[in-house]
């Protein structure tokens, strides 16, 4: 949705529109408590930025908030739904809690590195995608399952699986946590 | 029938709509709190109804509440936890998804009876789709007079926003979770002060769950007497089950506190029995922080009366032979799991999820996830197995915030109800009942039997 | 004002003291041995919101107060714990608490690489001395340790990551007494590392105090970095005119040659005042300061020549009474 970065002449800048919403997020709380909107915007900055949060995108952020620098890596470091590295355009995170366990996750995480030819953390060669290993994502009744931007899949089998890959190849396109499902 | 508080309609189509929401019922607490009560009466009935705290500790609400400072001319906030990251717990997702209202009802009518005139509901980042939810349901409350200044014309202001997480189950803790919110690390603050006193931006605040702030509105509804009389002794009202692992019909359970556990795992109503007609081994009954029980102690207590679904029934025998409701996340296994390598799982859950601030959490949930890694690996001795014991008692109770103890529990439980599984693991690996993830660990080939 | 009595020494308080500020003022005053203090690794008089963290100087409350006189359930950071009229506390009366310490130290050093040998801060480190005096001599972790590389902050600072306990005082002093922080705790749980995350150089006039108050060899002087042991070198008051700090410190001597300068800390090993970085790193000729005569060594460290003797002590009596009350027990169970 909000893919009209400006990364002319590497300037990290939000668009109008993106701007828009971080003036609006920091306006839910009490006057010079705006660090409030750091994970927010932090969530904002990532999907517009390719995924991930690159040192100048989180000293925009720190700037946009009038925080230090330090401030924004201590907290983009701390929360596990930010990506401090590249990754691919699609991040399957599949979760092996517990439950998950019980019902199979072992079996989604081997196939889909089988299928992909990657381990857990690392990107398949043509940057499509991401596998993360993650802890219980509260989808326990529905397991075994995995999220994929803003989406969760649940109940899967390996036949799931494949299915979702080849269309999330097909769609080719970034997911994100801000997408709408 | 059993009674149903919250999910009463939840079948009916387009209920995450404010018009169906209203036409069954939806914000009338609001109306009857704003209009006729005053905060002071809500609160009273909260007591009495003997609401406790449904995210996982057990405290009561209504005690909650009125610890809650009074200072003029400061703000108090509300800030509903729907942080849900406990293991094995998803009914606060259910919930939201399902009926976002009633919990913007509950957040209207609780935030009056606190004289809050801000509230957020913080929820974890991976729940962003329900966020959104969450914030097309408030919408329409704004546009329905419910938010906003001058609230039905009574002169009550409330503004309620959503905050989303990054990815911490710590942020469950409340303190950690005030933290966050301020756009912090997840650390959790060092009590006292507790939040009652200095929460949100040193405010007196109120953190309360999901379900929690949902069973504000049949308590306003009904009164507090009505919701005090179903349930068991100080179990009262309902309570949502998550139900997962090995059983026929997994899902979220609106339960009358004080139902027989057996009838809860083998009723067609709930659970359904265990699935592919094996037999029961193991429940974790309130979430993956409480003590496991093997079967014959998670149906019967250790004096033979049947177990409930009650606080109270749950943590009968204390530690020794029982365990808690905590957060309702009921894992079930059948009989051929390995309670050995489910409890590495936990260890590498809360050894994730420390948030590294206080050193026996942060150096102790690594160290019995390596010792659980090497017992699975077939390298763990008797030793370890004690090791462990020790570690983990040495965690429990030295810790800043819960965590500690969460991740201490499972471990104790684990090796005082199984130990003899682990033994098996240390003394001869290849007989072991689940030699299909030994092997699988340990990228082997099983011999063919 | 209320009365704490701390392993049967009483004081009476200001409103607001904390269990560990309380010991204190009983050994400062000479009403109780300076053992009987708990070990503090993380709190700090000087910083605000410090404590808590470590764990270390856990205690246990026998005695609520003259009001609730009931035992607190769990053992309680003296540190952060305020005191309550009647209260009592147990700190080296307690086997269990001892055990309970133990246990934190444990942890503290499953990560710790124990290069002591070849650490500037042995010697002077709070660490050793904690170890020495609640730790077991072996270890039972027998996996790898966690590892850092060592950063350069600026031509001053060395840290050593592997040996941070994650204390926090450094990044409170760098909040509370320096004007843009630029390092901080990154990433979490035991991956958690103080760290500048990009490569970054820590220049303020009062940078230097990270040093100070870094109880362990995480923070060295790179002036002073394998200069010398520091129970070689001859620690003196010194003191100069200095327009940016108090300009009173502790030059630390091999011969005439100033190795090193650093803050003058009291029997706590915490700083009496902080100092600026011209003191410390730039004034390294003896003409530079007026020196005041040697600088008594109060905590018992190596650098005040090994006197554990006492502590020994202490230690054989503690055990004398935890056996007693094991017969007191045996005797209960026959009487039953």
């Given at each position: 949705?909000l ?68 401030e ?89 699986v ?20 | ?32 709190a ?70 913007v009802?509950?957040m209207?009518t ?60 710590i ?34 605040t ?86 496991v ?77 390596k ?49 003899h ?29 | ?18 269990i ?29 919101t ?6 270390t100087?856990?205690?246990k ?6 009001k ?16 309550m ?17 133990a ?12 290069d ?49 306990i ?140 090994n ?17 007693l ?9 026959k009487?039953?």
């Amino acid at each position: 949705m909000l893919n009209n970065l400006n990364i002319m002449n590497n300037e990290i800048k939000f668009s109008a529109e993106a701007l828009a919403i971080v003036k609006q997020m920091i306006s839910r709380y009490p006057d010079g408590k705006q660090k409030s909107a750091l994970l927010p915007v932090l969530h904002l900055a990532q999907a517009e930025f390719d995924g991930w949060l690159s040192v100048p995108v989180m000293d925009y952020v720190a700037s946009l908030l009038s925080i230090k620098p330090i401030e924004v890596y201590e907290v983009a470091s701390f929360y596990s739904m930010y990506n401090l590295k590249p990754v691919g355009k699609c991040t399957l995170e599949v979760c092996r809690t517990s439950s998950c366990w019980l019902m199979g996750a072992e079996d989604i995480v081997r196939h889909i590195q089988n299928r992909l030819g990657i381990k857990d953390g690392q990107t398949s060669s043509d940057g499509m995608f991401t596998l993360k290993t993650v802890e219980c994502l509260g989808s326990c009744g529905t397991a075994p399952m995995l999220q994929c931007g803003a989406k969760y899949h649940e109940n899967l089998t390996l036949e799931k699986v494949d299915e979702l890959l080849d269309k999330l190849a097909t769609d080719n396109k970034r997911t994100t946590y801000l997408d709408i499902v | 029938m059993p009674t149903k508080l919250l999910l009463n309609n939840e079948h009916i189509p387009g209920i995450n709509t404010l018009q169906v929401y209203r036409n069954n019922g939806g914000y009338a607490s609001v109306e009857k709190a704003l209009k006729q009560m005053t905060p002071e009466a809500i609160v009273e009935e909260v007591k009495i109804s003997g609401l406790r705290g449904r995210g996982g500790a057990g405290f009561p609400t209504g005690m909650k509440w009125s610890f809650l400072a009074k200072p003029a001319g400061v703000p108090r906030y509300l800030v509903c936890n729907a942080d849900e990251s406990e293991p094995g717990t998803f009914k606060d997702r259910y919930l939201m998804e399902k009926i976002p209202h009633l919990l913007v009802e509950g957040m209207i009518t609780s935030s009056y009876a606190l004289g809050c005139n801000t509230a957020y509901i913080y929820i974890r980042g991976e729940y962003f789709y329900v966020s959104r939810i969450l914030e097309n349901a408030i919408a329409e409350a704004y546009a329905a007079g419910y938010l906003g200044s001058n609230i039905l014309g009574t002169g009550y202001n409330l503004n309620l926003y959503v905050q989303v997480g990054g990815g911490a189950y710590i942020c469950g803790e409340e303190t950690a979770l005030l933290e966050s919110l301020e756009g912090k690390r997840g650390n959790p603050r060092i009590k006292p002060p507790f939040p009652a006193i200095a929460g949100l931006y040193g405010c007196p605040t109120v953190v309360n769950n999901v379900e929690t702030i949902a069973a504000v509105v049949p308590i306003v509804n009904n009164g507090g007497e009505a919701y005090s009389k179903i349930g068991i002794g100080k179990s009262t009202g309902t309570k949502l089950i998550s139900a997962s692992g090995h059983i026929n019909k997994p899902g979220v359970y609106e339960i009358e506190l004080g139902i027989p556990v057996e009838e809860f795992i083998y009723s067609d109503s709930y659970c359904g029995g265990i699935r592919n007609g094996k037999q029961l081994k193991a429940v974790v009954a309130g979430g993956s922080s409480v003590p496991v029980l093997p079967t014959e102690l998670i149906l019967k207590t250790a004096a033979g009366q049947p177990r409930l679904m009650s606080y109270e029934s749950l943590s009968e025998g204390g530690f020794q032979t029982g365990t808690m409701l905590g957060s309702g996340g009921f894992i079930v296994m059948d009989e051929d799991t390995s309670i050995v390598k489910n409890l590495y799982t936990f260890t590498r859950f809360y050894h994730h999820e420390s948030c590294g601030q206080c050193s026996p959490c942060r150096e102790g949930t690594g160290w019995m996830e390596k010792i659980m890694h090497k017992i699975l690996d077939g390298h763990g001795t008797l030793k370890d197995v004690d090791l462990l014991w020790d570690i983990q008692s040495k965690i429990e109770g030295k810790t800043i915030c819960p965590l500690g103890e969460a991740a201490a529990w499972p471990v104790a439980a684990a090796i005082r109800h199984f130990r003899h599984e682990f033994e098996a693991y240390v003394m001869q690996p290849s007989s072991i009942k689940d030699v299909k993830h030994y092997y699988r660990l340990n990228n082997i080939e099983p011999i063919p039997a | 004002m209320p009365k704490v009595t701390i392993d049967g020494f009483s004081i009476d308080v200001p409103e607001g003291t904390t269990i560990l500020q309380a010991s204190r003022i009983l050994a400062t005053e000479g009403k109780m041995p300076d053992a009987h203090v708990p070990p503090a690794m993380c709190y700090y008089t000087k910083l605000k919101t410090s404590g808590g963290y470590c764990r270390t100087c856990i205690v246990k409350v026998s005695k609520g107060s003259e009001k609730d006189p009931r035992p607190m359930p769990k053992p309680v950071p003296s540190c952060r714990q305020t005191v309550m009229d009647g209260m009592e506390v147990q700190n080296l009366t307690a086997p269990d608490l001892l055990e309970a310490r133990a246990g934190v130290v444990e942890f503290l050093l499953i990560n710790h690489p124990l290069d002591c040998p070849i650490c500037d801060q042995a010697g002077e480190c709070h660490l050793q001395d904690l170890s020495y005096e609640n730790g077991n001599a072996g270890t039972r972790y027998e996996f790898a340790r966690r590892t850092f590389d060592m950063i350069d902050i600026g031509d001053k600072i060395k840290l050593h990551m592997n040996r941070c306990i994650l204390c926090y005082r450094c990044v409170k002093t760098a909040e509370q007494i320096t004007d843009g922080r630029v390092h901080g705790v990154i990433s979490r749980g035991d991956h958690a590392e103080i760290s500048t995350y990009i490569e970054q150089a820590i220049d303020n006039d009062f940078s230097g105090n990270v040093i100070d108050v870094c109880p362990v060899g995480a923070l060295t002087d790179r002036t002073f970095r394998f200069k010398s042991r520091v129970w070689f070198t001859k620690p003196m008051d010194a003191h100069r005119k200095c327009d940016k700090c108090c300009g009173k410190t502790a030059v630390w001597l091999s011969g005439n040659d100033v190795l090193r300068v650093t803050a003058r800390k009291d029997k706590f090993g915490e700083v009496e005042d902080w100092i600026c970085n011209e003191c410390r790193y730039d004034k390294k000729q003896i003409g530079d300061w007026t020196i005041e005569g040697p600088r008594k060594i109060e905590r018992h460290s190596v650098i005040s020549q090994n006197h554990y003797e006492s502590l020994r002590q202490l230690k054989v009596d503690i055990s004398n009474q935890k056996k007693l009350l094991e017969v007191a027990h045996v005797a209960d169970i026959k009487q039953n």
